[in-house]
T-cell receptor
Framework: AQSVTQLGSHVSVSEGALVLLRCNYS??????LFWYVQYPNQGLQLLLK??????LVKGINGFEAEFKKSETSFHLTKPSAHMSDAAEYFC???????????FGQGTTLQVKP | DADVTQTPRNRITKTGKRIMLECSQT?????MYWYRQDPGLGLRLIYY???????NKGEISDGYSVSRQAQAKFSLSLESAIPNQTALYFC??????????????FGPGTRLTVL
């Protein structure tokens, strides 16, 4: 069985500050991990994905995430927040060839001027 | 043009009415999914289809049915809508043969309100 927990349903940062969104997973098989972003009134867009090639994954818009097997974590970071980063972020996990994603509860990122 | 489209984008209906949400894709993917999104609950899988003849229930299929009319089309029906089915509904596609590791591509969503 697989599951995802996102710590913090709301995160607020100032523009220019570090963004850290936390994701912990549980998986009985080697996981594939994803971060998706949902801007207001839009569908989900892939930010980045971990597929076992490299533990530090770089995505779009300056985001990156590090896979830490010992901590079962896949936290999302960005060095400097921009107002346009305000959105809801979802972490998701999948096992090899299951064809399904299991999503976390989501974290809403607020960026203050 | 969008690769995954959903119609309608917004719908208000009354309790007891039958409603169909439609999804079409031009990505050529064989796998399609329906999710609902509720605040604080993330996305939950309703149904998924790995090809036209393969349809599977997800974690919250009660009260819903689906039809895979063609590789590119996957419809979600609420036979008798109830207020707790008010939610944002997403269609998604994926293609394992391309080595995308279950990456899914999402439509823009349908906001459904049941009064």
């Amino acid at each position: 069985a697989q599951s995802v927990t996102q710590l913090g349903s709301h995160v607020s940062v100032s523009e220019g500050a570090l963004v850290l969104l936390r994701c912990n997973y549980s998986s009985s098989v080697p996981p594939y991990l994803f971060w998706y972003v949902q801007y207001p009134n839009q569908g989900l867009q892939l930010l980045l994905k971990y597929t076992s090639a490299a533990t530090l994954v770089k995505g779009i818009n300056g985001f990156e995430a590090e896979f830490k097997k010992s901590e079962t974590s896949f936290h999302l970071t960005k060095p400097s927040a921009h107002m346009s980063d305000a959105a809801e972020y979802f972490c998701a996990v999948s096992g090899s060839n299951t064809g399904k994603l299991i999503f976390g509860q989501g974290t809403t990122l607020q960026v203050k001027p | 043009d969008a690769d995954v489209t959903q119609t309608p984008r917004n719908r208000i209906t009354k309790t007891g009415k039958r409603i169909m949400l439609e999804c079409s894709q031009t990505k050529g993917h064989d796998r399609m999914y329906w999710y609902r999104q509720d605040p604080g609950l993330g996305l939950r899988l309703i149904y998924y289809s790995f090809d036209v003849k393969d349809i599977n229930k997800g974690e919250i299929s009660d009260g819903y049915s689906v039809s895979r009319q063609a590789q590119a089309k996957f419809s979600l029906s609420l036979e008798s809508a109830i207020p707790n089915q008010t939610a944002l509904y997403f269609c998604a596609t994926s293609d394992l043969t391309s080595g995308t590791y279950n990456e899914q591509f999402f439509g823009p969503g349908t906001r459904l309100t049941v009064l």
